[in-house]
């Protein structure tokens, strides 16, 4: 169980194109979805938090206007990369929780998406 | 400020030499301590969920054990599949007070020889 799908896997594509990552929790519902960045050998940066129906909590230095997420039902999460640059490529993987209630739920994450800007 | 911190950075072990994983910890309000694995090109893989000081919970190989201050990951006589990447995060209330936001330390980089 808690399996989390995401797509594409990899991306390679033009300078100025937008690119939208889909996440999608198959056998749960998300409360809460998370969007994160790695950069190689290192650990995962969080970019931003959204739950269902809300907008998303973005990180301090994430600009919300290039990085758009849309959380628009219990079992799919969006990240939109818009007019992607080089500098946008790197590893985006999504992760999603669902509601324990009182017991704190943990994160079961997808396998990333390479984003590669030419 | 939460603050997660894992060590070593990394470690490189003979096939069944037993070792431990820290990951110590400064969090106001601990909801919950997770540890996962995460293989090259893959997301983290969830490995376990401890609550309260002195749980502990055993899969395989792994053991993890919780005190008020860190987490150890005990590998018993691991092999060349355990190699990975093994990330610990913790989790507490926000410091706006909205959602519960996981703070996760930066790993320890495990190699297995056979």
């Known amino acids: 169980g808690a399996v989390v799908s995401q797509h594409p896997s990899r991306v390679i594509c033009k300078s100025g194109t937008s690119v939208k990552i889909e996440c999608r929790s198959l056998?749960?519902?998300?409360?809460?979805m998370f969007w994160y960045r790695q950069f190689p050998k290192q650990s995962l940066m969080l970019m931003a938090t959204s739950n269902e129906g809300s907008k998303a909590t973005y990180e301090q230095g994430v600009e919300k206007d290039k990085f758009l997420i849309n959380h628009a039902s219990l079992t799919l999460s969006t990240l939109t990369v818009t007019s992607a640059h080089p500098e946008d490529s790197s590893f985006y993987i999504c992760?999603?929780?669902?509601?324990?209630?009182?017991?704190?739920?943990?994160?079961?994450f997808g396998d990333g998406t390479r984003l590669s800007i030419l | 400020e939460d603050q997660v911190t894992q060590s070593p950075e990394a470690l490189r072990l003979q096939e069944g030499e037993s070792s431990s994983l820290n990951c110590s910890y400064t969090v106001s309000g601990l909801r919950g301590l997770f540890w996962y694995r995460q293989d090259p090109g893959k997301g983290p893989e969830f490995l376990f969920t401890?609550?309260?000081a002195g749980e502990e919970k055993e899969k395989e190989r792994l053991k993890a054990t919780l005190t008020k201050k860190e987490s150890f990951l005990h590998i018993t006589a691991p092999k060349p599949e355990d190699s990975a990447t093994y990330l610990c995060?913790?989790?507490?209330?926000?410091?706006?007070?909205?959602?519960?936001?996981?703070?996760f330390g930066r790993g320890t980089s495990l190699i297995v020889h056979p």
């Open positions: 995060a913790v989790l507490a209330r926000h410091a706006s007070g909205g959602s519960y936001i996981p703070t």
């Open positions: 056998d749960f519902q998300a409360t809460t």
């Open positions: 992760s999603a929780r669902a509601n324990g209630g009182i017991r704190a739920q943990p994160q079961h």
């Open positions: 401890l609550y309260s």
